[in-house]
């Protein structure tokens, strides 16, 4: 390439200030912008050429991409599944389908035939017969399988013996209504159980061994009618959540140390704590804001009496709300007697110094209000 030709350095003067060139110098500028102009024509002329010869490059280049990404979908490892599976996955993203996308049928049979080797299995559907049914090949096949999810609101019963053989399973979601036949209960240590409380009870009293269980069920008003079922005595429950209602009807726990509560199941938990007698020592009652009524301070202090290992004490959000004449009363009718009740007071007994009080051994007392009025 040429070098940029210089400005004379006499006429560098002249460029930094306003003075009038002279007649000898407008000369050698008219002659250098004349020059300047054929060396910049030149410039265009050869930039020309080179683009002429630049662009086929360039798509070219575009060109060789385009083909090695062709070449490299060859050894995708998408191209080493199935057809079948292939097409299941186009069937999932596929928002026009109507039908349930998931076609149980040759995808399903060359799943299963890696079932030894599952450690989690999810199984939601709409018909559970021919979920069921196409899985039938894995009975006795789970030795692997520690986590099962069963989710599906039929209200057909379905009986089924697949997961019987399932030695490790350890953790349960049962979503179902009616139940779904044989589960190795024995075995279960941890469980979240949903749907109708009455269908389940027997398969609870099963789970010997089961430590950690939430219960999220429907009670039937014709479903729990005493007299007309046993309770299911859980011996190794340690922390059970309940989110349904009236579900401590049904159930004793011997051995319960945490116990998450919604405040409207109250009225059951007396009754609970007398036939359990466990030494509970965290107890969360959670308020409902919408309810009628305050919570009921009798209630509260008649269970505290019955847990004098209780350590923690957890009545949450217990918010404040507003009577009819939109005045703002707390969900607890009295917290000066709840307070009283909870308060130590030293003794003398036989010269010896001790403590009473309702709950001796709490040490943590969580109260949360509304910000109502504040």
Known sequence: M?????????????????????NTEEKTLRVLIASKRTHKTALASQI???RALLDPLIDENVEIDTQIGQLETALAPVRRLPPEIVQEIFLWTDYSVHS??????????RLVSLCARWRELILFG????????????????????????????????????LFT?????????????????????????????EGELHFH???????HNLVNLRLNVDVDEDGLVPGTYSYAVLPSLRILRVTGGRALDALTAPTLQRLDLPAYELDGLSPFLM??????????????????????????LGALRLVPTLKILFLVPLSESFDSENEPFHRVASFAQLFNALTLRTRDDDDEKSQDGLVPRLSVFALSIGYFGV
């Not at 018909?127 to 209200?155: K, M, N, T, W």
């Not at 009870?201 to 789970?207: D, H, R």
């Open 126 to 161: 709409r018909d559970p017969d021919v979920l069921f049914g196409s899985l039938r090949s894995i009975h006795g096949r789970l030795a692997s399988l520690e986590s099962l999810h069963i989710q599906y609101y039929s209200e057909t019963a379905v009986e089924t013996d």
């Open 165 to 193: 053989g399932a030695a490790k399973l350890y953790s349960l979601r049962y979503m179902v209504k009616n139940g779904v036949g044989p589960l190795p209960w024995g075995q279960i240590k941890e469980a979240y159980v």
């Open 100 to 109: 349930p996308p998931w076609h149980l049928g040759q995808i399903c049979q």
């Open 48 to 50: 020309e050429a080179l």
């Open 201 to 207: 009870i027997n398969v609870l009293a099963q789970a």
């Open 275 to 300: 036939r359990s007698t466990c030494p509970l020592e965290v107890l969360s009652l959670e308020d409902d804001a919408d309810a009628e009524v305050p919570i009921s301070l009798p209630s509260i």
């Open 2 to 22: 040429p070098s940029f030709p210089t400005l004379p350095s006499p006429l560098d003067a002249l460029l930094t200030h306003n003075e009038r060139p002279s």
